[in-house]
């Protein structure tokens, strides 16, 4: 049986980490290609980084990930690398609880944030201060925490009066502003992040990158996917590679960046 995440599973204050916690067990993920493309025949080994093609029956599947077990407790970074189409958004996705699995189970014990694409959990129709609350509550946050960070949140993005209006009005870097200054406005146990955000102009994003900083040093679990060695040794402890797929290797992140480089040579 498939079990979601559970966004607000962890009603416990923050700091009691024994119960922040990422565990999946035999976890899948398959999208079916809505028309069957002629002449594009099942594929049990693709291409290196990129999900395999199957056929069940008339449809055809891309199996974006497979069977993969995963534990992550308290105190570990984790770091998530492949090529590109390894699967390894498709991972942060369903730990945010955006997809369901398959097959298999995920369980997510603790408050998410996440910083994925700048659209994702927005209205477009809605006003920023309005999209705060939306993103506020999709977190688990309550309507008095969601109230009580919002002038904060508000400040910090710079938006003025543009947070009243819709979002339709914004440019990029002005979604990318509110989206940075959301995830980071609450405090969570686990954070979710595909690269590392960079927002604004550049007074902006040194002031971003200070408070990712402690944003990050406060969090039980980090889980960040991303192309650049540099970042995931910063920030990581431990690493996963993900290829077509699978969990081909799991262990210290300085092992884990030399296994994938490695690989890619050998491709």
């Not at 416990?12 to 565990?23: A, H, R």
């Not at 974006?64 to 991972?91: I, M, P, Y």
């Not at 129709?125 to 109230?147: H, K, P, V």
Request: with cysteine.
């Amino acid at each position: 049986m498939t079990t979601a995440p559970n966004l607000a599973a962890d009603t416990s204050p923050l700091g009691q980490d024994s119960d922040i916690s990422i565990e999946t067990m035999a976890m899948g993920v398959s999208y079916p290609i809505p028309r069957f493309i002629r002449g594009v025949a099942r594929r049990d080994n693709p291409k290196p980084g990129s999900g395999a093609i199957i056929q069940k029956g008339q449809q055809l599947y891309v199996e974006a990930l497979r069977g993969l077990d995963l534990a992550v407790e308290t105190g570990t970074r984790l770091g998530v690398l492949g090529a590109n189409g390894a699967g390894k958004s498709t991972l942060l996705r369903i730990l945010t609880g955006i997809y369901p699995p398959t097959t298999g189970s995920v369980r997510v014990s603790g408050r998410i944030g996440s910083m994925l694409d700048i659209n994702t959990g927005f209205d477009q129709n809605e006003t920023g201060r309005d999209n705060i609350f939306l993103r506020g509550i999709f977190m688990g946050m309550s309507q008095e925490i969601i109230e009580e960070r919002m002038d904060g949140i508000c400040s910090f993005s710079g938006l003025g009066d543009y947070l009243d209006m819709p979002l339709f009005s914004y440019s990029s870097g002005m979604r990318a502003r509110l989206s940075f200054a959301i995830a980071t406005g609450f405090e969570v146990d686990i954070i979710i992040m595909d690269e590392w955000l960079s927002a604004g102009d550049a007074s902006f994003r040194e002031q971003a990158q200070r408070h990712m900083n402690d944003y990050v040093e406060k969090a039980g679990i980090v889980v960040l996917a991303s192309h650049s060695e540099g970042m995931l040794k910063r920030v990581c402890n431990r690493g996963i590679v993900l290829d077509s797929g699978n969990l081909v290797f799991d262990g210290p992140i300085d092992d884990s960046i030399e296994f994938h480089v490695s690989r890619n040579k050998q491709v």
